[in-house]
């Protein structure tokens, strides 16, 4: 695997607005990686797993989970990829308003790499999006295929 084929970002967030915020403040931290946004976990699992230019098929990727979507609960998600062969090595930063204790034991028991708690005010959201780019420009990615 080439160790600079660049990580693809995965963003499964229902919310649009926090959607847009995000993605922006990822760029404006100066990150250009390609950003799959998925609204829903449905569509979303099925790119990571199936889709021929998706993780599971075609190298590495992060993903941004957010644990309140419309169609299944972010931990399910979390759980599939961490218990999946190809997948269980990919990065997941979960972004949720949940800040319940059991709830961060409980994505951190299963695999998720770092939680962090969207701040409900806008400007503390936007930093610590452009906190999370800054993060994401200087961590290194294991290769699937080992």
């Known amino acids: 695997m080439n160790a600079h084929q660049p990580v693809g970002i995965v963003m499964i967030e229902d919310d649009e607005g926090h959607a847009r915020l995000i993605e922006k403040n990822i760029r404006r931290a100066g990150i250009s990686n390609d950003i799959r946004h998925f609204a829903d976990g449905t569509t979303a699992l099925d790119y ?7 993780p599971a098929k075609n190298g ?5 989970l957010d644990l309140n979507l419309p169609d299944m609960s972010g931990t399910s998600i979390l759980e599939k990829i961490k218990q999946d062969e190809k997948l269980h090595r990919t990065p997941v930063v979960v972004l949720t308003t949940t800040d319940d204790k059991v709830e961060i ?3 951190y028991d299963l695999g998720c790499n770092v939680y962090i ?3 409900v005010n806008y400007e503390s959201f936007a930093d610590a999006i452009r906190q999370l780019g800054l993060f ?3 961590i290194q990615v294991p290769d699937l295929d080992q």
Do not use: E, I, Y
Not at 48 to 54: E, I, Q, S, Y
Not at 60 to 64: D, E, G, N, S, T
């Open 117 to 119: 708690t969207k701040p």
């Open 48 to 54: 990571l797993f199936n889709a021929p230019d998706g």
């Open 60 to 64: 590495p990727a992060m993903v941004l």
């Open 136 to 138: 994401l420009s200087v």
């Open 105 to 107: 034991d409980r994505c």
